[in-house]
């Protein structure tokens, strides 16, 4: 395989448009390049979420995810590819139940925190929330996939129960909300 990223100064963003992987050029302001910058933020996040090492299993799902965000990533760069199926939505959903019935039911609200594993976890939540909202920016102005929005729908839920898994396998536990009176 050839040389993918070659030249990485190019210069050609100068004037403030960048160019899409179809070779047409948006301006960087574009719903479109905003929603790319928020995936890739999100794949930023669980890279050091996963520089934390949290437990095999967390980490297997989370590398995949990484990998499936930057498909993601690819079908926004080329209006009208769609990469991300029911299938991927599945994956999301079984790891989610099946990290989920390990935990107890919720009685309260959870506050980010725990332990720092499980506070990098609630930041990638939140990051994939602001992401999901920037793709359906996105989509009422240019018809996506509707698989890709939800994708970060399912997994802003993983992310909330990997961060309950992680801060109860710390010391430091889950930090309940206390109503203030």
Not at 80 to 89: C, K, R, W, Y
Not at 142 to 169: C, E, G, M
Request: net charge positive; charged share 20%; aromatic share 4%.
């Amino acid at each position: 395989m050839g040389h993918r990223l070659s030249k990485i100064v190019t210069r050609t963003g100068d004037a403030g448009t960048t160019g899409l992987a179809n070779n047409t050029r948006v301006v960087k302001t574009d719903a479109r390049i905003a929603a790319l910058g928020e995936v890739d933020e999100l794949n930023c996040q669980i890279g050091v979420l996963l520089s934390l090492k949290p437990p095999r299993a967390i980490a297997a799902a989370l590398s995949r995810v990484q990998n499936e965000l930057f498909d993601l990533g690819g079908e926004l760069s080329l209006p009208g590819v769609t990469m991300v199926n029911d299938a991927h939505l599945a994956k999301l959903e079984a790891d989610a139940q099946a990290f989920n019935k390990k935990l107890p039911p919720l009685k309260e609200f959870v506050l980010p925190g725990g332990s720092p594993a499980a506070a990098a976890a609630h930041l990638a939540r939140a990051v994939c929330r602001r992401a999901e909202r920037a793709l359906w920016t996105l989509h009422a102005q240019s018809p996506l996939n509707p698989n890709a929005p939800r994708y970060l729908n399912r997994l802003s839920d993983l992310l909330f129960i990997v961060a309950r898994t992680l801060a109860r396998a710390s010391k430091g536990g889950e930090v309940m909300w206390k109503r203030q009176k």
